[in-house]
């Protein structure tokens, strides 16, 4: 599938399979989130890729709306150091990763996870050090139902040229 299609067929996803994710994939998934832009090269981020079912249940107690982490084959917590631009820099892996879950036919969904008020208590289920920031929770299965895009503005809204 070419990069246009993968982002118009893109769609947060928060039912899944019980049909497990191989290893070798969650690492090509990984890859693709460590190869985003980063401002300055710092490349700030860490990855933790839970598959345990009691750790997806306790982070899907834990993030308030990303309950359906407790359904989900993985979730991969995208962490970043708290640099000046740890959140711009973990948002582009975070996409990068779910650009390339849909890739590979995977159902994602990105839980919020900077500023959150369990941002602290899943850095701690994870054991992540304290100097680093949580920037996202992305659920990963494969989907139960074909994956539909919810409907977006008509190109012709959006852009503008030269001027706003």
Same mark, same amino acid.
């Given at each position: 599938?070419?990069?246009?299609?993968?982002?118009?067929?893109?769609?947060?996803?928060?039912?899944?399979? #019980?049909?497990?994710?191989?290893? *070798?994939? =969650?690492?090509? %998934?990984?890859?693709? !989130?460590?190869?985003?832009?980063? $401002?300055? +090269?710092?490349?700030?981020?860490?990855?933790?890729?839970? #598959?345990?079912?009691?750790?997806? *249940?306790? =982070?899907?107690? %834990?993030?308030?709306? !990303?309950?359906?982490?407790?359904? $989900?084959? +993985?979730?991969?917590?995208?962490?970043?150091?708290?640099?000046?631009?740890?959140?711009?820099?973990?948002?582009?892996?975070?996409?990068?990763?779910?650009?390339?879950?849909?890739?590979?036919?995977?159902?994602?969904?990105?839980?919020?996870?900077?500023?959150?008020?369990?941002?602290?208590?899943?850095?701690?289920?994870?054991?992540?050090?304290?100097?680093?920031?949580?920037?996202?929770?992305?659920?990963?299965?494969?989907?139960?139902?074909?994956?539909?895009?919810?409907?977006?503005?008509?190109?012709?809204?959006?852009?503008?040229?030269?001027?706003?």
């Amino acid at each position: 599938m070419d990069i246009f299609e993968c982002i118009s067929k893109r769609a947060s996803v928060r039912e899944y399979q #019980t049909k497990p994710i191989s290893q *070798q994939v =969650l690492t090509q %998934l990984v890859d693709a !989130g460590r190869r985003g832009p980063s $401002a300055r +090269a710092v490349e700030p981020w860490e990855f933790v890729v839970v #598959t345990q079912r009691e750790l997806l *249940q306790t =982070l899907g107690e %834990l993030a308030n709306t !990303g309950a359906f982490i407790k359904e $989900a084959a +993985a979730c991969i917590a995208v962490f970043c150091q708290d640099t000046k631009y740890y959140l711009e820099d973990g948002c582009a892996a975070t996409e990068n990763i779910l650009l390339a879950a849909c890739a590979c036919g995977l159902g994602a969904c990105w839980v919020a996870g900077d500023k959150k008020p369990y941002a602290e208590d899943i850095k701690k289920l994870l054991n992540a050090p304290s100097d680093f920031r949580l920037i996202s929770l992305i659920a990963l299965g494969w989907p139960k139902e074909e994956i539909r895009q919810s409907k977006k503005r008509q190109i012709k809204e959006v852009i503008h040229w030269q001027r706003f």
